[in-house]
């Protein structure tokens, strides 16, 4: 679905990422890993448009994702972050319709795909009222995902959207985010610095170090055969939790 081909980017004179290649799998579960700082989120922007690379180029669909095709082509990527994003003003549905009513989409049919997401992430119906300062944080997160998924996006970009929640929402929604994948089987592309989390929800992962590529594939093979030192120390500092193994 993403081809990244020696894409690089600076901020003054900073490297966020080095030149590197990724090609994100299609219909998978694609976990972008490392330690702050290392260039998750910038790969992230760059493949929905909010940034623009300094050298090499992203492709989406087999086609080079340009200015002129970015408004066609993020009404095909349904992008979350950490603490929702949400607008104070607009209440959690008109968070979650905002896109659907830009696009002028009719009432029937906003209102149906609302019902839709409304079970799918378990939201309470009676709280889509309420104003985001109302909602509890995994309320505001589950928001978020509806919003990201109204129009039926082929690709999912999900920027940390756990990581400021307290450990018990934060594994109901794990629970809740990895049913949603495998029942939508859209690809997606999440950001998370956990490996805990990274194992229960990828099936493929990308683990970064200041800006590069350290290693890539199932969690698994990372463990049985790092690439690096790094890659070892990363495991043991975060102390993988047995039942979250990969087999």
């Known amino acids: ?23 994100v799998p299609e219909g998978r579960t694609t976990v972008l890993l490392g330690p702050s700082g290392c260039g998750k989120s910038t790969l992230l922007r760059l493949m929905n448009g909010l940034l623009r690379p300094d050298s090499g180029r992203v492709l989406f669909g087999g086609q080079p994702l340009r200015e002129e095709d970015l408004l ?42 609302l019902d839709e997401l409304v079970a799918l992430t378990r ?20 928001v978020s995902l509806m919003r990201a998924l109204m129009l039926e996006p082929d690709v999912l970009l999900l920027d940390e959207p756990l990581g400021a929640l307290d450990p018990m929402i934060r594994h109901e929604l794990q629970e809740d985010l990895r049913d949603i994948f495998a029942r939508l089987g859209k690809t997606v592309v999440l950001v998370t610095h956990d490996l805990g989390e990274g194992a229960f929800l990828g099936q493929h992962v990308v683990l970064l170090r200041e800006g590069r590529v350290v290693q890539q594939g199932p969690l698994g093979e990372l463990e049985r055969a790092p690439a690096e030192p790094f890659v070892t120390r990363f495991f043991q500092a975060q102390r993988l939790p047995f039942e979250n193994r990969p087999a």
């Open 1 to 23: 679905m993403f081809e990244l081909q020696g894409v690089s980017k600076c901020f003054g004179n900073t490297w966020a990422l080095h030149p590197l290649d990724l090609v």
């Open 72 to 113: 066609a082509v993020r009404q095909r990527i349904g992008y979350a972050l950490q603490g929702g994003g949400l607008f104070p003003h607009l209440t959690a549905e008109g968070n979650a319709t905002l896109m659907a009513r830009y696009l002028k989409w009719p009432g029937a049919r906003v209102k149906q795909r």
């Open 123 to 142: 939201f309470p119906p009676d709280a889509l009222g309420r104003y985001p300062g109302q909602l509890s944080g995994g309320q505001r997160q589950r």
